[in-house]
């Protein structure tokens, strides 16, 4: 089956703009996960949807980033105006349903801000 | 602070030898999951741990939990280059999900 999908790979832009990135979850996926992985540490969470509802955002930077999967399939995770902290591999990740068993991550987009 | 203390940082071993990988929480696990990253590819799900004492293994790699001590371990037997990447456990703590400081392991031919 094909796995989790993500674009751009990669990205860099001057401080101040904005950014998005896409994610395509596995087909039948009702849970869909956002982690922001900067240089040296663990992923960390960021937003976590099921189906189009958000369950947890507790970590999500409000003022700047947003993230919708408004049809409950894909996925955006946008970043406006983005800050130099904001450069790492954002991860999306999908599993069957809530319960955290067996996440499946795509390849991730590498941004880098300037 | 980390919610998830992995040690080491990073590890160099030679092709052949075993490795251990330690990962601690400051707060009671109740389950802890184990993750391998390579550089391009995407996070590939290891094994779950949901039992203190639980032991499981796939292939060469071997993980334990031990809740008292707030520890899990991975383990890796005879280790080979196809082992080389970084080496995350996550953990659901108190209803949020975090994952480790992360090992970066390299196996040298």
């Known amino acids: 089956e094909a796995g989790v999908a993500q674009s751009p790979r990669y990205k860099i832009i001057e401080k101040r703009q904005s950014v998005a990135f896409w994610c395509n979850p596995i087909?039948?996926?009702?849970?869909l996960y956002w982690y922001q992985q900067i240089l040296g540490q663990g992923p960390k969470l960021l937003i976590q949807?099921?189906?189009?509802?958000?369950?947890?955002d507790s970590q999500l930077p409000k003022d700047r980033f947003s993230a919708e999967r408004l049809k409950g399939v894909d996925s955006t995770l946008k970043i406006q105006p983005a800050k130099l902290e904001d450069s790492a591999v954002y991860l999306c990740a999908s599993s069957f349903d809530r319960s955290q068993e067996t996440q499946y991550f795509g390849p991730g987009t590498r941004l880098l801000v300037l | 602070s980390q919610e998830l203390e992995q040690s080491p940082q990073s590890l160099i071993v030679q092709e052949g030898k075993n490795l251990t990988i330690n990962c601690t929480s400051s707060k009671t696990l109740y389950g802890l999951y184990w993750y391998k990253q390579k550089y391009g590819e995407g996070l590939i799900f290891l094994m779950m741990l949901q039992k203190g004492g639980e032991e499981k293994s796939h292939e060469k790699i071997t993980a334990k939990l031990d809740e008292k001590k707030q520890q899990s371990s991975l383990h890796i037997t005879a280790s080979q280059p196809s082992h080389a990447g970084i080496y995350l456990c996550?953990?659901?703590?108190?209803?949020?999900?975090?994952f480790g400081t992360g090992t970066s392991l390299t196996v040298i031919p």
């Open positions: 949807f099921q189906n189009n509802g958000v369950v947890d």
């Open positions: 087909s039948g996926h009702a849970t």
């Open positions: 996550g953990a659901d703590i108190w209803g949020q999900f975090y």
